[in-house]
């Protein structure tokens, strides 16, 4: 079963918005994994927080990450139309060589 | 340097034919991973090997078999195609000790 319950299933904004995403998964973690993947293409990295992190951010992307409600969030700022994409968490669970992905969350921007 | 490469792109099986899906990596990575994508859902791990000459089972395997037949190459067997397995497969690796796993373009199948 998959760890990670992303929400919302879909998001649709306009350009310039913020876009917020969040995660919740199940077990304890080493680190959450956020990935992109545009459509028809493989998964791409974006950023990693770990477990004894909060907060990071990388350009306009900002993670944070509550271990104490086991849930994480993605927030992209000044959203752009090549940030229509899906976005799927990962969580690296202790003692595991895997990840564990959720369903994704599926951003449409509008220009 | 190609990063992860997988072949083929596109695939079309009936029901009860055998097909083997191959990847290859660049990167000197130890580990390599084989997931399943399905419309609407994230990623289910098929099988994974930690570094050459071991593979492990993930949440999905019924159906597959793997081979890494070195550092590079990791490939993936469907001994006998079922429509359940329309999909598309992604292959991935990743350098232990860092936690980023780097993906392939992935090969979408379609078993009738």
């Known amino acids: 079963s998959q760890q990670g319950e992303e929400d919302p299933q879909a998001l649709s904004i306009q350009e310039g918005e913020n876009a917020t995403m969040n995660c919740s998964y199940k077990t304890s973690i080493n680190n959450l994994q956020w990935y992109r993947q545009n459509s028809g293409r493989g998964l791409v990295h974006l950023i990693l927080i770990r477990s004894n992190e909060r907060e990071k951010h990388s350009g306009r992307l900002r993670v944070t990450l509550d271990t104490s409600k086991k849930s994480s969030s993605l927030l992209i700022t000044a959203s752009r139309a090549a940030d229509t994409a899906s976005y799927f968490c990962?969580?690296?669970?202790?003692?595991?060589?895997?990840?564990?992905f959720g369903q994704g969350t599926r951003l449409t921007i509008n220009p | 340097n190609a990063g992860v490469t997988q072949t083929p792109k596109f695939q079309v099986l009936k029901t009860g034919q055998s097909m083997t899906l191959q990847c290859a990596q660049d990167?000197?990575?130890?580990?390599m991973y084989w997931y399943r994508q399905d419309p609407g859902m994230g990623l289910r791990l098929i099988y994974y090997?930690?570094?050459?000459?071991?593979?492990d089972k993930g949440e999905v395997p019924n159906g597959y078999n793997v081979s890494r037949l070195n550092k590079r190459e990791f490939s993936l067997r469907l001994e006998s195609a079922a429509p359940s397995q329309t999909s598309v497969y992604f292959c991935?690796?990743?350098?232990?000790?860092?936690?980023?796993?780097?993906f392939g373009p992935g090969t979408r199948l379609t078993v009738l």
């Open positions: 090997s930690a570094s050459e000459g071991t593979t």
């Open positions: 991935a690796s990743r350098v232990p000790g860092y936690n980023e796993q780097f």
């Open positions: 990962a969580t690296d669970a202790r003692g595991a060589q895997k990840l564990v």
């Open positions: 990167m000197n990575h130890n580990s």
